[in-house]
């Protein structure tokens, strides 16, 4: 299966996070926190829920709480993915 990539992964938090607020892909957000992006903890479970089900992956259960900035998100997503 392809590899998620660091643009879907922010369209997949933004469409999670009602597009309020859309932050704009980029390849500097990597190594940014979700609090300093404005996504909370609620906008990032439903992000991963949707992943899960859009992929058909499991992430473990404190994924949320592990992963503190889209790149590491995008790590441990495209680590189930491979």
């Known amino acids: 299966?392809?590899?998620?990539?660091?643009?879907?992964?922010?369209?997949?938090?933004?469409?999670?996070?009602?597009?309020?607020?859309?932050v704009e892909p980029g390849d500097d957000l990597a190594d940014v926190t979700f609090?300093?992006?404005?996504?909370?903890?609620?906008?990032?479970?439903?992000?991963?829920?949707?992943?899960?089900?859009?992929?058909?992956i499991t992430l473990s259960e404190d994924v949320v709480s592990e992963a503190k900035t889209p790149g590491r998100l995008l790590d441990l997503v495209n680590a189930r993915l491979a």
């Open 35 to 56: 609090d300093e992006l404005g996504f909370d903890s609620l906008t990032r479970l439903n992000a991963v829920l949707q992943l899960e089900r859009t992929h058909g």
């Open 1 to 22: 299966m392809a590899a998620l990539t660091l643009t879907e992964l922010i369209d997949v938090l933004n469409g999670c996070n009602g597009y309020a607020d859309p």
